[in-house]
């Protein structure tokens, strides 16, 4: 089906770099994209984000990826074309494409502007497009995404720093809403310190709340606190600091995504407390009953954002001038760099300059 439907359907070429098998090593790839449709909007794509999904989707951490992958979700660019269709977005704008490229628009959740949660949803990289292509995503010079899922980009932001608020800092903001961390003067604990943990403590601060990290890492105590603005740090495994911190947060947001218990997480909770896990471990984690029933504590997930909540919190980090902190790179520097993000050596979010990157081969 795949085959007849790429055969009717106009195609235009495309270049990027792709992961082809489970070594998860990219290397440049010329293929094809959808011709843009009457609600389509091409993008000429000048930032891209690397995401810890992407480094899981080259290696097949999940045992779902399709090859090859061009990975890629956090995509900042400027517009080329628009559909017949297209009323909000013009040549030139700067717009910006997460981590969604459709969804199936009809269902109970589309219907509830909940597209993050359709079970048709497609992801903006290996995913089936609505040509029955693989979706291919932002390691590349251009993208065609339908309007509905292409943001304006707020003129107060950058767009290399800005780039990871399309997947990072929706992930974080999204929970933050939904489960009403948003009181000032509330305790937010923090898990973990990477790419969505750095953004929480920002985005948790302009809420007005107050930020407790909770890190393996000894050594991210100062930055955490001088320069991300968190009250406080806790290393996990000194044992008498988190028994000392015993029962005094609101809220956790655990962004690790390796697997990790959960016990002493939840013993940092109040009675009433939410611990919300967004890391994707590859192995299921321990939940411990005990600790929920005693103190009527709550364990709950999110996934990205909706659309409207993506533009939300767009608006909400121009206006409180929130970025990632980045380390920009060219993309023949992308291997490199997901060995570094293996290790988790970067504070906070690799970067590629896809326009000042090296020309095609």
Known sequence: MAKSLESQIPQQKAFGWAARDSSGILS???????????????????YCGVCHSDLKFCRNDWGITRYPLVPGHEIVGTVTKVGNNVKKFKVGDRVSVGVMAGSCMSCEYCNQGLENYCPRIIFTYNSIDIDGTITSGGYADSIVANQHFVFHFPDGLPSDAGAPLLCAGITVYS????????????HLGV?????LGHLAVKIAKAFGLRVTVISSSPGKESEAI??????AFIVSSDSEKMKGATGTMDYIIDTVSAVHPLAPLLSLLKANGKLITLGLPNRPLELPVFPLV????????????SVKETEEMLEFCAK????????????????KAMDRLAKSDVKYRFVIDMESSSSQP
Do not use: C, Q, W
């Open 28 to 46: 440049p790839i010329h293929f094809s994209r959808r011709e843009n449709g009457v609600e389509d909007v091409s993008v000429k794509i000048m």
């Open 175 to 186: 929970p933050m809403k939904y489960y009403g961390m948003t009181e000032p003067g509330k």
């Open 191 to 195: 898990a973990g310190l990477g790419g």
């Open 226 to 231: 001088s320069k991300l603005g968190a009250d």
């Open 294 to 305: 005693l103190r009527r504590r709550l364990v709950g997930g999110s996934n990205i954002g």
């Open 320 to 335: 409180h001038n929130i970025t990632a902190d980045v380390e920009v790179i060219r993309i023949d520097e992308i291997n």
